[in-house]
């Protein structure tokens, strides 16, 4: 069986060489709530249908809720003008999500988001507000938002508070795919060491990213993971 390992620019993670065994599909931002929408404009619904067509025989692997924790939520808190549960917005992504993946015609796996290694959240600003609209990291002409307003309302969350984010994403997801007979790849422990990320995963700088040069470890556990659920 093949295995097509969808996601978005943390796929790199894993260090997946095109081969008869494995294939990436990245779609730089993708989303769920970006793969549950049927306007989305990354369009990635339409490349699993492709890959459902070409090889219906495949397995797909996502990796995809990064973008939605650590992103999208704070970009609808700031857009909305209101400060959200993370409870709440938790649950409808992973109800969006195993709906998605209940109703495809294949075998489907999933991989747990990575922690946190976004050191302040100015990064999260630019990230929402700069890289996507082209336009400085303090004020977006777009939006008439600046960093410093919203910093100390939507933009104050804790690393701690952040970790706690993502691991609570990861739980609930690994509940919801144990309901409903999806494979679910935990790899929290992998990643983390006394409740923060591993140094040798850490970037050298603020970004989202693990260091994408020391992760061949992930790598390896990813493969065996394949390979068990390509017995079963």
């Not at 369009?43 to 699993?48: F, G, N």
């Not at 495949?58 to 857009?79: A, N, R």
């Not at 999933?110 to 929402?128: A, F, K, L, Q």
């Not at 929290?188 to 260091?211: F, K, Q, S, T």
């Amino acid at each position: 069986m093949k295995w097509f390992l969808i996601g978005n620019s943390h796929t790199g993670q894993f260090h997946i060489q095109e081969s008869e065994s494995f294939s990436v599909v990245c779609k730089m931002g993708a989303s769920i709530k970006g793969l549950t929408n049927p306007n989305s404009t990354l369009r990635l619904h339409e490349d699993i249908q492709t890959i459902l067509q070409n090889s219906p025989d495949s397995g797909l692997l996502f990796f995809l809720g990064q973008v939605d924790v650590e992103f999208g939520y704070y970009y609808k808190c700031v857009m909305d003008g209101i400060q959200y549960p993370i409870g709440p917005y938790i649950d409808d992504l992973i109800q969006r999500y195993v709906s998605y993946l209940s109703k495809l015609p294949t075998k489907t796996a999933v991989i747990t988001i990575n922690p946190t290694t976004i050191r302040d959240m100015s990064h999260t600003y630019r990230v929402c507000f700069q890289d996507n609209n082209g336009v400085n990291g303090l004020y977006s002409s777009i939006t008439n938002i600046s960093y410093e307003s919203i910093r100390d309302t939507y933009l104050n969350d804790s690393y701690e508070t952040r970790m706690t984010n993502c691991k609570l994403f990861n739980d609930r997801l690994q509940m919801a795919c144990q309901s409903a007979g999806i494979p679910c790849i935990y790899m929290w422990d992998d990643i983390v060491v006394n409740g923060a990320v591993r140094p040798e995963y850490m970037p050298a700088h603020n970004d989202h990213h693990l260091c994408f040069s020391n992760t061949m470890p992930l790598r390896d556990r990813l493969v065996q993971e394949l390979h068990s659920l390509m017995r079963t």
